[in-house]
RNA sequence: GGGGACGUAGCUCAGUUGGUUAGAGCGCUGCCCUGUCACGGCAGAGGUCGCGGGUUCGAGCCCCGUCGUCCCCGCCA
């Protein structure tokens, strides 16, 4: 039999008895985690939001109540009404927060019982991610996931906080908008009242956050939801959360300093200092030292060794001269064995001509005069792993060699990116040894945070990349792309370049990168109509195109747009690192699997004739 | 669209060269237990080996197909 809660009311979470609170009578709501039925002696713990408290049945105290106790079984939900006690001292348990009190119970009320759930919220390690999904209540209330949610919290609520004390407002735009068959694939909602015609869930608000800015907002942001129908990752997910953020006349620097302000704000709200300014890097050195557009800045970058050998040198290696020649350094890995190297090897993308040299005891037999220089360019201590990556001279390719004004030409950016990407292999795969990615997690899981200021320069290290390529060229269409969007304005001095030589005019975007991962990206927004066009050109677009497509937009241009621009940051990926996790799914309350599927709703599914007749539809599947 | 890993009790997993009645830990049920906190002790229940087909005297194990979960490539302006 269940009990009724009546006029209780919760007096104290679980998680907040201390010993100060001795001898207070008490009133305790939650679950139970774990009952230790000694007979005559029960022990319940309960658990809440907040933690766990142990409550106390003797039977010789009170018959009822231990009765009760004996029938509560793992996620019944109880009351327990009773009077906190000092735990003796041999009783004590130093591993919880309230192990030094206990509620001696006088009454217990079962409020509700509970199936034997598949899995135990008071187990730590759990597995099945099938299971998790489809009873996804149960493991929300896992204390892991609940502190992510915690964490998810503060950080919002900080960046409204920061945002607004700044001058932003928030402001919402619509789910249902018009499709832009630009980027991702959208997910469409079909129209009832028009036949045949569909909106579209917005990829990102990003012509509404410009048009809020023609509009005289002048600083807007929002924690916006994201739909892009694509392929999923770990960290991509078909509905995401940004923040994002726009304003009038912003310099760059304008909007880095927005940002540093919030993140700073956002990680202090769970008790990490996180030094500003961020250091920033222009795309091409970011090619250069990390060949990557997302550095990781806790391993050593690139070192450029190509000083190291004479053109003969070259000759013999079979390396092409005109190429960069770099060395990657991961510190602390050691030698590595025969084998070893052979299961790397995998790892090296060679398809864009780029050579790996990782056997430097082999190649120091022959240049040993090379090597010597390379480790001591390079700084490598002995126990550091060092490998070289340079132009295969024997590849063939095709694949333009062109160099445009001052910018990376395609070959270069194929070796470094080769070095890059090796790089960030070896150093997931060699993470234990390097113990790089270790302070990270030490700092995420430092239980000194609630109470004051951890340090997290060494943690987190963020860096904003600069000035990268206007367009990119579609390999399969042979067309210039935008590298983000067609509303990137470019750099004013490049802007004659754009038909002679699109590939060297730089954009005024930039990327926020932490850790390695991508967190958010912006730019400075084209803001006259005539650049907007030309840009639309550019990307092989017709006026009449231009004008079906973005019609609204460049007719909002013509009256009085400011300069503008911003940058929208990923919140679910910036949790993430906040919460140690290594997928989104952790920090998502109802997450989709890789298969775009909710298990827990069974979404989606199909709908009724009658939903399909009304809303014009007729599916093409073969039954 | 492609590649890889996994799928055996509610959960985590073991299962040898294809061979009798498929196991363990946790959980669950019952009984015992007054200081446990991953309580302990005794006893017990629990299996469509993801699904379908094939090979074989015989399939959890081999083959083909299929479904699901995860990771990656493509894709994600």
């Not at 864009?352 to 090379?370: M, N, Q, T, V």
């Not at 890059?420 to 899981?445: D, M, S």
Request: glycine content about 6%.
């Amino acid at each position: 039999m269940l009990d009724l809660l009546g006029t209780l009311e919760r007096t104290h979470t679980c998680g907040e008895l201390r010993a100060a609170d001795a001898g207070k009578e008490v009133v305790l709501l939650g679950w139970v985690n774990r009952r230790r039925d000694h007979g005559n002696l029960i022990f319940l713990d309960l658990r809440d939001r907040t933690g766990i408290a142990q409550v106390v049945l003797d039977k010789d105290l009170g018959a009822e109540a231990h009765l009760k106790a004996e029938q509560a079984r793992p996620e019944y939900v109880i009351a327990a009404i009773g009077k906190v006690r000092l735990r003796g001292k041999d009783v004590i348990n130093p591993k919880m927060p309230t192990g030094e009190v206990e509620i001696v119970a006088s009454e217990i009320r079962l409020l509700n019982d509970s199936k034997v759930p598949p899995f135990s919220p008071a187990e730590d390690a759990i597995g099945n991610e099938e299971v998790r999904l489809k009873y996804r209540y149960l493991d929300l209330r896992r204390p892991e996931m609940q502190h992510n949610f915690a964490v998810r919290h503060k950080v919002a609520l900080a960046v409204r906080q920061y945002l607004s004390s700044q001058g932003f407002y928030e402001i919402e735009t619509p789910f249902m908008t018009r499709s832009t068959p630009e980027g991702a694939r959208d997910y469409l909602v079909p129209s009832r009242v028009h036949a045949g015609e569909f909106y579209a869930l917005p990829q990102s608000p990003q012509l509404f956050k410009q048009i809020l800015m023609i509009s005289g907002f002048d600083r807007y942001f929002q924690i916006a939801r994201c739909f892009r129908d694509e392929d999923l990752r770990a960290d991509r997910q078909p509905e995401f959360t940004q923040i994002d953020l726009e304003m009038t006349f912003p310099q760059q620097q304008t909007v880095f300093r927005v940002v540093e302000g919030f993140l700073a704000a956002a990680f202090a709200a769970v008790g990490i200092k996180l030094p500003t300014p961020f250091p920033q890097i222009t795309y091409d050195e970011a090619m250069r030292q990390f060949g990557i557009d997302k550095p990781d800045l806790r391993l050593p970058g690139l070192t450029d060794v190509k000083f190291a050998f004479a053109a003969n040198d070259l000759e013999t290696l079979a390396i092409s001269p005109g190429l960069p020649i770099v060395a990657v350094r991961i510190p602390k890995v050691g030698e590595l064995s025969r084998k070893e190297r052979d299961d790397n090897r995998p790892l090296f993308d060679s398809r864009k001509g780029a050579k790996l040299i990782d056997d430097l005891k082999r190649l120091e037999k022959s240049f040993p005069d090379a090597v010597n220089k390379i480790r001591e360019v390079t700084g490598a201590q002995s126990d550091d792993l060092v490998v070289l990556v340079a132009g295969d001279a024997t590849a063939q390719l095709r694949m333009s060699d062109t160099k445009s004004a001052g910018r990376l030409s395609e070959r270069e950016i194929a070796v470094y990116s080769a070095a890059g990407n090796f790089r960030v292999e070896l150093a997931r795969k060699y993470a234990v040894r390097h113990g790089a990615f270790a302070v990270t997690e030490q700092v995420v899981g430092s239980p000194e945070r609630d109470a004051g200021q951890v340090d997290g320069s060494a943690a987190f290290r963020p860096i904003w990349v600069t000035d990268f390529p206007m367009f990119e060229l579609d390999e399969e269409t042979g067309r210039w792309m935008p590298s983000h969007h067609p509303f990137t304005s470019p750099h004013e001095e490049d802007m004659d370049r754009l038909v002679s030589d699109p590939a060297s005019v730089r954009a005024r975007y930039y990327d926020l990168a932490m850790n390695g991962l991508e967190l958010g990206s912006g730019s400075i927004r084209i803001h006259q109509k005539a650049v907007q066009q030309e840009i639309f050109r550019a990307l092989g677009m017709s006026d009449e195109e231009a004008k079906s497509r973005f019609g609204f937009f460049l007719e909002a241009l013509e009256y009085g747009t400011p300069p503008h621009g911003g940058i929208a940051l990923g919140l679910d990926r910036l949790v993430m690192i906040l919460a140690g996790a290594s997928s989104l799914r952790e920090v998502i309350a109802f997450p989709k699997t890789a298969k775009a599927i909710d298990l827990m709703v069974d979404a989606p599914t199909p709908v009724s004739d009658m939903q399909l007749r009304e809303l014009h539809i007729r599916t093409a599947l073969k039954s």
